[in-house]
């Protein structure tokens, strides 16, 4: 795949498509939406400052101007978010891997609203922050908590639980795997709108299921 902030490239054909990315505050969206638009990690955090942006992406030999929507996770602004939903392509849902939480709330907020919003568009699952997982400092803070970061393997679990046609690792920081989330988002956006894996009530009661093996398995 290859990647470009010029126009269509010539002789070329392209084929729009647009992205939305969702999750939690502070899960890394803005920061995995910047580094790869812009090619630099923003050292500060400030609540979506991102602004609407088109990247052109090149994958399979076609050639898509993507259209990037970063959202606001903080409840605030829970009434106004759906505004970003309509003619999307493709749902990026987030959560943090140091942040087990922002992984429950992928489960038992995030999925169901792209599902009742977004009926049909397929959305892959982001596991932002990979860098943190063997971070000492985060390992002993959750330990302390009766926690841990969020494994490859618990974060490829639950997007197979909740019909992700992808998951996907990533680092803005370190630029590790932002480029294959995009690559994975723009072959999805590709795919036009299909039935869901599972039902919202099925998504649900596997998601109360998961939340039980947790509770039997913290380990302190």
Not at 28 to 49: C, D, M, Q, R, W
Not at 115 to 144: M, N, T, W, Y
Not at 189 to 216: D, H, I, P
Request: proline content about 4%; glycine content about 8%.
């Amino acid at each position: 795949m290859s990647m470009s902030n010029l126009p269509g490239a010539a002789g070329t054909q392209s084929v729009r498509r647009k992205l939305v990315i969702v999750g939690d505050g502070a899960c890394g969206k803005t920061s995995l939406l910047i580094v790869f638009a812009k090619g630099k990690f923003p050292e500060v955090y400030v609540p979506t400052v991102f602004d609407n942006y088109v990247a052109d992406v090149e994958v399979d030999g076609r050639h898509v101007e993507l259209a990037l929507w970063d959202t606001a996770g903080q409840e605030d602004y829970d009434r106004l978010r759906p505004l970003s939903y309509p003619d999307s392509n493709v749902v990026l849902v987030c959560y943090s891997v140091d942040l087990p939480d922002s992984l429950d709330n992928v489960m038992e907020k995030w999925v169901s609203e792209v599902l009742h919003f977004c009926q049909g568009v397929p959305f892959v699952l982001v596991g932002c922050k990979a860098d943190l997982r063997d971070d000492p400092r985060i390992v002993e803070s959750l330990r302390e908590a009766g926690q841990e970061p969020v494994s490859h393997a618990t974060g490829q679990n639950a997007a197979d639980t909740m019909g992700a046609v992808s998951f996907c690792e990533c680092s803005a920081k370190t630029g590790m795997g932002v480029r294959e989330v995009f690559e994975a988002a723009t072959r999805a956006s590709l795919m036009g709108k299909q039935n869901n894996k599972k039902s919202k009530k099925e998504q649900k009661q596997m998601a109360k299921k998961e939340q039980k093996k947790k509770k039997k398995c913290v380990i302190l």
